[in-house]
């Protein structure tokens, strides 16, 4: 790799500490503390004077030289804590070697008593140190710019492309990253417990599968060398769990990845995050119920209220939630009424005449999914319910008694972005089939949404398939909503880029 100067000068020094005989990378730390543990343990013996022994380690992250002390903050996951050197207690040789070899973004291990300066801040006045790891290539550092004669500081790393790129360096120097990332993991741990308490049992299905289905999407294809086999990333995990509701697993549900092969957008990565459960003898309508519970439940555990701010909107999340027909709401922002088109073509030239752009050859229910996403979808910025759908969009959904044009499916809906899907589940087998070959009749061979018939999916519902409602949640987008980010691309870790060369 090609050095800039300062990496020279670090390298330089890594190399005069080996030639002493310091390793700059040791197999082991003997930490006893973090940060937050030291100071815990100092301030409830600082009343009796008891004291307080620790051995911390952390990145170097701030360091001051005075004369005969240094001082230095170091940063573990667990917040910063101040490194209080004195030649009196180091030495003058060991305190030279610290301002000569440890420079800002080192890993150093230091022992000591743990004390309050004359500035009131708790610190380690240490004893003795080490290297833990050398920092050859240094963090990004904050700028600081005179604006109006005010000293203005930048963020140490705010290009969103390199954030996303090196998460790592993100990570290390933009506190509110972490943290976005903590929000995350208590996401995920309060949907948990919430299921777990109802006793619903989480599972694992195949993310490689040698047939997809459950939604409406272009898959990713992959090729199984040895057995001769084209299998496919898993884009939804809907078939696999309701066989489990055939075996008699009432309750069940799955946190993990799904793959699509289709754009990126603020919200929309090829990987991301899913969670779905299907609950035995239920309908649509109770899981509408346990859905607004679940997202103000998580809520609370996670931010300790239930109201969130997200992109300038105060968003209540208490339920109950709004709960409207997707036929009316879109007769209140189209003028159009879709049941009273029952065809692709009557529809089509409804959207004409109120001058709503109409892609050609494109079947009815992509037609009344386009005014929902263009139209309808923006305006819901309250938490809101959108229910019965048309069937012809929702395959693998149970008719509303009376109405076989229509099906008992609610999507939900938060600051203009889709949250979650649900339905009360078809479970007749020879409906179930009718309408796998209805949908391949509909759609052109070619089109992301034409899902391949699942022959063994009909033979375990020929078995017997409970009553049951089902439901799924894009995770990554609730962590937007929670952490208020604007781009699914915040709240993942390492989202799906363009190479560099084709940008």
């Known amino acids: 790799m090609e050095r800039s100067e300062l ?100 890993f150093i291990e230091a022992s000591g008593l743990m004390i309050r300066t004359r500035t009131g801040e708790v610190s380690l006045q240490v004893h003795n140190f080490r290297m833990l790891a050398k920092a050859i290539t240094p ?14 500081r930048h963020a140490a790393l705010s290009d969103p492309e390199t954030r996303y790129r090196q998460r790592y360096a993100d990570l290390a120097v933009n506190p509110e990253v972490r943290e976005v990332f903590r929000i995350r993991a208590a996401t995920l741990a309060a949907l948990r417990h ?22 409406a999407a272009r898959p990713f294809i992959t090729q199984h060398n040895q057995l001769k086999q084209q299998l496919y990333l898993r884009i939804s995990f809907e078939l696999y769990l309701k066989r489990l509701l055939v075996g008699g697993l009432d309750r069940v549900y799955e946190i993990g990845r ?8 603020y919200k929309h990565n090829p990987e991301f995050t899913q969670l779905e459960f299907y609950m035995a003898y239920s ?23 239930h109201t969130i701010q997200f992109r300038g909107h105060s968003v209540d ?21 879709i049941n009273a088109h029952p065809d692709t073509q009557s529809l089509a030239a409804a959207m ?52 076989p044009t229509t099906v008992e499916r609610f999507e939900g809906f938060v600051c203009g972005m889709e949250l979650c899907n649900a339905f009360t589940e078809l479970n007749d087998p020879i409906d179930q089939e009718s309408r796998f070959l ?28 409970p009553p049951s409602g089902g439901f799924g949640i894009g995770v990554d987008r609730l962590v937007m909503l929670l952490a208020d980010c604007p781009s699914i691309r915040d709240v993942i870790l390492f989202p799906h880029l363009r190479e560099r060369d084709a940008d």
């Open 317 to 337: 999340l208490t339920p109950p939630w709004k709960r409207v027909e997707l036929s009316q709401s879109l007769m209140e922002v189209t003028g159009i009424d």
């Open 7 to 106: 990496e020279k000068i670090r390298l330089a020094k890594l190399q005069r500490m080996q030639a002493e005989g310091i390793n700059p990378y040791p197999t082991r730390s003997h930490v006893t503390h973090n940060a937050r543990q030291a100071i815990t343990a100092f301030e409830a013996a600082e009343a009796s004077g008891d004291p307080v022994q620790a051995t911390l380690a952390g990145r170097l992250r701030s360091l001051r030289h005075m004369g005969k002390l240094s001082f230095a903050h170091i940063e573990d996951s667990t917040g910063r804590l101040q490194l209080f050197f004195r030649i009196n207690d180091v030495g003058e040789e060991e305190l030279a070697r610290f301002r000569n070899d440890f420079d800002l973004g080192d």
């Open 139 to 152: 963090l990004p550092a904050a700028k600081d710019e005179v604006v109006d004669g005010e000293v203005v």
């Open 283 to 305: 309908d649509y309508l109770k899981v509408m119920d346990m859905t607004e519970t679940m997202i103000s439940f998580v809520a609370e555990k996670v931010l300790g209220r």
């Open 258 to 265: 799904d793959f699509r092969n289709e754009g990126v957008s």
């Open 352 to 403: 004409q005449a109120h001058g709503l752009p109409v892609k050609p050859d494109q079947p009815r229910g992509k037609l009344i999914d386009s005014m929902l996403g263009d139209y309808l979808e923006p305006t819901l910025i309250q938490p809101t319910f959108l229910y019965n759908y048309p069937r012809d969009i929702s395959p693998l959904a149970k008719s509303i008694p009376g109405d």
């Open 438 to 465: 209805e949908l391949g009749r509909a759609y052109d061979i070619n089109d992301e949404e034409r899902n391949p018939m699942d022959e063994d999916y009909l033979r375990a519902m020929a078995m017997g398939m």
């Open 194 to 215: 919430f299921l777990d308490e109802r006793g619903f049992l989480e599972v694992e299905t195949p993310i490689l599968q040698p047939i997809y289905g459950g939604a």
